[in-house]
């Protein structure tokens, strides 16, 4: 049976995941990246009549602006179409917009959840918002703003009044999410004076039944009154296991409010028990500082131990014995941190970390590990990570010697050049680039740091923790893709793309090094593996 003969229900249940968005999506107060790569949802609408009908409601049930552009589109698309605005069920709005705004709500007479940000400027436009507002009678409102720098200017004052004006006429009106909560210097605060204008039109509400708020160190006083109003149920309180304890103190003896309150997770519910262990993977991270510590770990848990942080330091030479490390028969990870200490010269036939996967070099003033390991065969190494405080003169050695095995390498800028990595490690696949201390433009004297004399045909993916790149654009510039043929991505700690309209300026740096880059065939990404998307 071909697409265009499904019965529509069919259809629908096949196009919904793809074209509307979640409620999870829709009410998360974060402001996500702006110009996130992606396709354009719409392009379903042209696979055939029988999609265009189906896929018209179900992709305007839900509306998400983010920029002026959006919101003229839509405007223009709802004064053509007039019927398209009954599907709009869900509006989320993170700006002003300007009229388009009125003209938006006025077209939308089903609207039953709308989201409003009050992140605003002096310069945005939002008469055309409030006018819209006054247009609808939503059944919830989700309302942000920015806790840590609330914005104080006439924009967002004349947004709150519109809400303050809207709340107690809008008779649909069940959930509001409160974005404030009571810190103790709440009251003289930007947020203070928001919330309780806020809270004094909420309680002329006549049909609220539920508060969602981000519960701070207790309940807040200026909640309680949403008690008074006769159709009001349950405050619905988000809680970290910080503010847990304070929260059940603060309504313990009011029995009323008590059977109001609701919180997530329930006051009741135990606390997991981590045990302190960090994690790596399903296996326990073992820490051990000092000599007796190491030893007593080696001797009790070393076989079964498969991550191992060895923290040592002395501001005397000492001498340690490297057989130490022969009982971690199954160590997959170490981190080594070192100063002060080498080891005694190994016995004929010694062997040790055969199962070593990765090694993680923080500081090592004299490189006993490095010059123990030449003599070692690592057989299973495949990751090697140095950190500022390692000795270069000992490190490109032990790179030399284990160079065919690595597939992930971190150094500093410097080692990086110094050991002519990119020649030397045939086999990496992932090269991360540490910066200097303190340096802020190191680039500038790597401008070709990215070059291989001959084609390295494994290398797909590099990083640079750096959080400031400098002169980068340079460098992007001259990369010769011939040498690197399947480089498919650099990463940056610093990189950071807009999360608003107003963030991208025509000269935003990484949105010129994005489309430096993309004309080459190479995908930036951001710190958490993001990337994003030409103007």
Same mark, same amino acid.
């Given at each position: ?106 077209? /939308? ?85 928001? /919330? ?198 000992? /490190? ?14 971190? /150094? ?124």
């Amino acid at each position: 049976m071909s697409g265009s003969h499904l019965p529509d229900e069919i259809v629908s249940k096949i196009l919904t995941p793809a074209l509307k968005f979640s409620d999870k999506v829709f009410s998360d107060p974060s402001i996500k990246q702006l110009l996130a790569p992606g396709y354009s949802s719409s392009s379903y609408l042209l696979v055939c009549k029988a999609w265009f009908r189906v896929a018209t409601p179900l992709l305007y049930s839900v509306i998400i602006l983010r920029t002026t552009s959006q919101a003229e589109a839509l405007r223009a698309i709802l004064e053509a179409h007039q019927e398209i605005g009954c599907f709009i069920k869900k509006v989320r709005v993170e700006g002003a917009f300007g009229d388009a705004m009125e003209a938006i709500l006025r077209s /939308a007479p089903n609207i039953t959840d709308v989201f409003l940000s009050l992140n605003l400027w002096p310069r945005d436009d939002v008469r055309g918002l409030c006018r819209g507002l006054s247009l609808i009678n939503p059944r919830r409102v989700i309302l942000v703003d920015d806790r840590d720098d609330p914005k104080a200017n006439s924009s967002t004052n004349q947004l709150v009044t519109t809400l303050e004006r809207c709340i107690p006429k809008w008779n649909k009106l069940k959930s509001f999410y409160f974005p404030y909560f009571d810190d103790g210097f709440f009251i003289h605060t930007v947020s203070g004076k928001r /919330a309780h204008a806020l809270c004094a039109a909420l309680t002329k509400s006549r049909s609220l039944e539920n508060l969602l708020v981000d519960a701070g160190p207790g309940f807040p006083d200026h909640l309680r009154k949403m008690i008074k109003i006769p159709s009001f149920k349950f405050f619905h309180c988000r809680l970290s296991n910080g503010h847990r304890r304070s929260m059940l103190h603060s309504i313990k003896n009011d029995s009323v409010l008590r059977a109001r309150v609701k919180c997530y997770p329930p006051l009741a519910s135990p606390r997991a028990n981590t045990g302190g262990a960090t994690r790596t993977g399903a296996h326990a991270l073992v820490h051990v500082r000092g000599t007796t510590e190491f030893r007593r770990v080696a001797k009790s848990s070393g076989p079964t131990t498969q991550a191992l942080s060895v923290v040592l330091s002395s501001d005397l030479p000492r001498s340690i014995d490297p057989k130490i490390l022969q009982p971690f028969t199954s160590l997959k990870s170490l981190s080594w941190t070192v100063q002060g200490y080498r080891f005694s010269t190994p016995s004929a036939g010694f062997s040790a970390l055969n199962t070593l996967e990765v090694l993680d070099v923080h500081t090592e003033t004299h490189p006993a590990l490095f010059r123990l390991d030449l003599d070692l065969p690592l057989p299973s190494l495949r990751e090697l990570r140095l950190r500022h405080g390692v000795d270069a003169s000992s /490190a490109i050695p032990f790179i030399q010697k284990h160079a065919d095995k690595l597939l992930r390498v971190t /150094a500093p800028i410097e080692l990086h050049a110094a050991a002519k990595m990119f020649e030397l490690c045939t086999n990496m696949e992932t090269l991360t680039v540490l910066a200097p201390v303190g340096s802020l433009t190191f680039l500038q004297d790597y401008d070709n740091f990215i070059a291989c004399s001959v084609p390295h045909t494994s290398l797909r993916k590099l990083r640079f923790e750096c959080t400031k790149m400098g002169t980068y654009r340079q460098m992007f510039q001259n990369i010769a893709l011939e040498s690197f043929p399947l480089v498919k991505e650099i990463q940056g700690l610093d990189v950071k793309w807009p999360k608003a309209e107003r963030e991208i300026p025509k000269n935003h740096p990484w949105i010129s090094a994005l489309e430096i880059l993309r004309a080459k065939g190479i995908k930036l990404t951001d710190n958490n593996g993001s990337g994003g998307r030409a103007l």
